[in-house]
């Protein structure tokens, strides 16, 4: 099987991602080998291949980020999204 090629340029942190834009989860870092949060941030639902979007930002654009992956939405710390990667919709 051929891997497939996506521009860097749609690749991106959660975090980064543009208010109402869809993206795909490509991975969730972790900042060490115990890392509870990127566990949690999996448990959750934040898995490869799982859509999502940014639905609403905290004022003046700032924390908290109103997540939704799949049908259910999250609030998470701009730290937090900044650990989710993901690959914006064409």
Same mark, same amino acid.
């Given at each position: 099987m051929?891997?497939t090629?996506?521009?860097?340029?749609?690749?991106?942190?959660?975090?980064?991602?543009?208010?109402g834009?869809?993206?795909?989860?490509? !991975?969730?870092?972790?900042?060490? !080998?115990?890392?509870?949060?990127?566990?949690?941030?999996?448990?959750?639902?934040?898995?490869?291949? !799982?859509s999502?979007?940014?639905?609403?930002?905290?004022?003046?654009?700032?924390?908290p @980020? @109103?997540?939704?992956?799949?049908?259910?939405?999250?609030?998470?710390?701009?730290? !937090?999204?900044?650990?989710?990667?993901?690959?914006?919709?064409?």
């Amino acid at each position: 099987m051929q891997a497939t090629f996506i521009p860097a340029s749609r690749r991106v942190r959660l975090s980064e991602l543009p208010k109402g834009v869809s993206a795909v989860v490509d !991975e969730v870092s972790d900042l060490h !080998e115990t890392d509870l949060i990127a566990q949690h941030l999996r448990v959750l639902g934040f898995v490869p291949g !799982e859509s999502v979007r940014i639905v609403a930002l905290g004022p003046w654009g700032s924390t908290p @980020l @109103l997540v939704q992956i799949g049908s259910t939405r999250f609030a998470l710390r701009r730290t !937090e999204a900044d650990r989710v990667n993901v690959i914006q919709d064409a």
